[in-house]
């Protein structure tokens, strides 16, 4: 079992920035795909960031290529969403997820074992 917490959402002005993180425990990062999910009202959640377990490679959705970066922190067992640039249409609820057994990024949710509550993410225009 791993338990998955996200903090650091919060209001901002578009073009400004937000840093998320995930704290895991239950489980060691280094071990698993981590990735970053979000979910506006009325949508459905997508995909927004994951890395690989060897930390070797990270994979973005298109709509934040180039103003988004996923990291992590084995030491702390944690995982980081940088955000800048930020848009109206980033405004979402951001979710940290886990794939326990995959070997390979995957974009689908349904390939992802555990969820974090989530944290709101809400930029003004």
């Known amino acids: 079992q791993v338990q998955l917490v996200e903090s650091g959402g919060g209001l901002v002005q578009a073009g400004g920035s937000l840093r998320l993180s995930c704290a895991a425990s239950?489980?060691?990062?280094?071990?698993?795909?981590m990735g970053w999910f979000r979910q506006a009202p009325g949508k459905k959640r997508e995909f927004v960031a994951a890395i690989h377990w060897s930390g070797a490679t990270t994979h973005y959705a298109d709509s934040v290529k180039g103003r988004f970066t996923m990291s992590r922190d084995t030491a702390k067992n944690t995982v980081s969403l940088q955000m800048n640039s930020l848009k109206p249409e980033d405004t979402a609820v951001y979710y940290c997820?886990?794939?326990?057994?995959?070997?390979?990024?995957?974009?689908?949710?349904?390939?992802?074992?555990?969820w974090g509550q989530g944290t709101q993410v809400t930029v003004s225009s």
């Open positions: 997820a886990v794939d326990l057994d995959g070997d390979y990024i995957s974009v689908q949710t349904a390939d992802f074992d555990s």
């Open positions: 239950g489980r060691q990062i280094r071990n698993h795909i």
